[in-house]
């Protein structure tokens, strides 16, 4: 068994022996019943209880006179989300920010984990980025149905009854081509600013890698604008009334 980050020890030391009894039961057998949880998982768990301490610091210093640097910086952000989502989706686009938001606080702070020693990227285990592109899938197409109702279905027969066979493949394939897009997109990119970091950093261990985190820091806020504007425009094309 590959040797386990410090926080997963934990973990598995927490909710270890849990995890493997729901897991059986589930028919499902872990290779290493005392140690079930792996490093993504565990990286996740600790993106989640940061995230919530995060909110509950902002939560507890809103203020409409005096609003603090984190409430400035959330602010930021969903002004900053809020003005591609009315360009993106345009009428009614409010009901999606959310989750735009929170799936782009997420996979930014899962980004930004690989900066500090100990730990990890998640994003950089493709189960993680998969997942994410897996919701925002369902997200969009439950959206474009609660929208459209039983006409969402023309979004893939096109204007044409006569092609609509190809067009459904077409269509098909084109969405499931959306979750690899998405998934390898973020994967590739964390993966392999987690491994020049550490090449360097064992390399040359002083000045160089420095250059490097500021890369990885780089990539880790354009690859989240990335996901976030993806996600915001396969909303706008759900729910679009011209499509």
Known sequence: MATELWFTEVVNKALGPATTAVLEKLGI????PGSPINDAVAMEILVVLLLILFFLAVRATLSVDKPSSLQHLVEIGQGFVEE???GVIGHHYERYIPY???????????NLLGLVPGFESPTANPSVPLGCAVLT????????????????????VGPVWALAPLMVLIEVVSHLARILSLTVRLYANMFAGDLVTMAF????PVVVPVIFLGLH???????????VMLTLVYL????????
């Not at 899938?137 to 893939?156: E, P």
């Not at 990539?219 to 989240?224: D, F, N, P, S, W």
């Open 217 to 227: 820091l780089g990539v880790a806020l354009v690859q989240t604008f990335i996901f």
């Open 100 to 110: 735009a938001m929170t799936v782009g606080f997420f996979i930014l702070l899962s």
């Open 29 to 32: 057998h872990p290779a290493h």
């Open 84 to 86: 591609q989502a009315r």
């Open 137 to 156: 899938f369902i997200y969009y197409h439950y959206h474009g149905i609660r929208h459209h109702g039983a006409h969402y279905y023309k979004q893939f």
């Open 201 to 204: 950093f064992s390399l040359v």
């Open 236 to 243: 706008g094309l759900a729910v679009s009334e011209e499509h």
